[in-house]
């Protein structure tokens, strides 16, 4: 309901704003916020432990006037694509199962989870474009990674995987982040059809932070730098915000 009402804001902002922006041929100023979605393969240590991320999140940012784009970039990582195996194997019984409190088969759940933020410095490029202010969009950043595995068991009570016992499964990880996209963003003259969309990159350079893996008690936690890389593409829907034009005021 929460991401529904995000939406209706936004849409609300733009049917706002289409009565202020008619630029022509014209490079404004302007800020820009944005809704968005990704799609990512993992890639080198991130790809040994998950596959295909979604990506949801936002943009906030100011576009100059020589099409600089200057702003803040964040997304929510979520997947169920979970290539570590044997996690659990400790913790089933002879017949190879695990039971919850109650002795009844436990069903256990497994997601991939976590986030970036980022600071991003852009230039929008008005070739191939209806207007001075749409075209190819590029942009790069660094910023915050973090991410773990996710473990639900539903209802059920299992005691091994409860509360703190959980951070000895999780795989807890963050680091420093970068990114790149490249793209196309259109503006348009007036009207609601303003996206954005291309491919996109990062490479986070993290740290496993917890002390033990349950999974492997007689291993030490690896403490060297990871390279976690996500590949994939992104779209978004973007409500420039203009300036009114000032009214015309006539006095006889």
Not at 26 to 43: A, D, E, H, L, R
Not at 90 to 103: A, C, E, F, Q, R
Not at 118 to 131: A, D, E, H, Q, Y
Not at 190 to 215: K, M, P, S
């Amino acid at each position: 309901m929460k991401i529904y009402f995000c939406l209706f804001i936004a849409f609300s902002l733009q049917v706002t704003v289409w009565s202020q922006r008619k630029f022509g041929d014209s490079i404004i100023g302007t800020p820009w916020v944005g809704i968005q979605y990704g799609g990512n393969w993992s890639k080198a240590d991130l790809g040994d432990r998950y596959g295909f991320f979604n990506h949801l999140g936002m943009m906030a940012g100011y576009k100059t006037k020589r099409n600089w784009v200057y702003g803040l970039d964040g997304n929510f990582m979520f997947g169920s694509q979970i290539r570590m195996e044997g996690l659990f194997d400790g913790l089933k019984d002879s017949y190879g199962n695990i039971t919850d409190v109650n002795g009844d088969i436990a069903n256990i759940l497994l997601f991939s989870r976590g986030f970036n933020v980022n600071l991003m410095i852009g230039k929008v490029f008005p070739v191939f474009s209806l207007n001075e202010n749409s075209g190819i969009y590029i942009h790069g950043g660094v910023g915050y990674l973090q991410h773990k595995l996710r473990i639900e068991s539903n209802d059920q009570v299992i005691p091994s995987l409860e509360l703190d016992y959980k951070k000895g499964y999780d795989r807890f990880t963050s680091g420093i982040n970068f990114h790149q996209f490249v793209g196309y963003a259109f503006l348009a003259n007036q009207g609601i059809v303003n996206f954005y969309g291309g491919f996109y990159a990062q490479q986070g350079l993290t740290y496993n932070r917890r002390e033990i893996f349950f999974d492997r008690p007689d291993e030490e936690v690896p403490k060297g730098q990871r390279l976690d890389v996500q590949i994939g593409f992104k779209l978004g829907w973007f409500i420039p915000v203009y300036q009114r034009k000032p009214k015309d005021y006539y006095f006889d």
